[in-house]
């Protein structure tokens, strides 16, 4: 076998992780919803001039999917996944502490929802990774219900000056 050959086969086993039709296309299905629905809530959020939008929730929800799918493709067994979830949603839990840090006034905590809403799209994403694609849009849509809430429950003199942002 010359150098091209060995480079070539070498590229091709590179490639190979997916096997067959199947596995393309529930890696590309699993991919796509999880960065879908981070999207609707994404649009939400940069709808309401929030500073986590539409990309940060479609990334954050993808690259939940995508370390799901790669563990189970990888042969992890459910104590091992287990331990990539919590390293997951650690990670992601500092990330969303950056956005609640963030304070205008001392007695004033702003970011909560913002951070909250990140962590539920990587939760929604990981259901999107497990193959689990319902109970990720059911979820979405519960955030998206909980989210439509400040309006009304301002409305209602519900929310206090000092709470936390929306």
């Known amino acids: 076998m010359g150098v091209w050959e060995t480079v070539l086969s070498t590229v091709a086993a590179e490639f190979s992780d997916l096997g067959g039709a199947k596995e393309v296309t529930q890696l590309v299905l699993r991919l796509l919803?999880?960065?879908f629905l981070g999207g609707i809530l994404g649009l939400q959020r940069e709808r309401q001039g929030k500073p986590a939008g539409l990309r940060t929730h479609m990334l954050v929800s993808a690259a939940s999917a995508l370390i799901v799918v790669v563990s189970l493709q990888y042969g992890?067994?459910?104590?091992a996944l287990a331990r990539v979830l919590q390293g997951l949603l650690a990670g992601v839990g500092f990330v969303c502490a950056g956005a609640i840090l963030k304070l205008?006034?001392?007695?004033?905590?702003h970011g909560?929802?913002?951070a909250a809403g990140v962590w539920m799209t990587a939760v929604i994403g990981i259901a999107a990774g497990l193959g689990r694609e319902m109970t990720a849009a059911v979820s979405?849509?519960?955030v998206l219900a909980i989210l439509a809430l400040e309006g009304p429950a301002r409305r209602l003199g519900l929310e206090g000056r000092n709470s936390p942002e929306p």
């Open 104 to 109: 205008e006034k001392e007695e004033q905590v």
């Open 140 to 142: 979405t849509g519960l």
């Open 76 to 79: 992890m067994n459910d104590d």
């Open 112 to 114: 909560l929802t913002t």
């Open 33 to 35: 919803l999880a960065a």
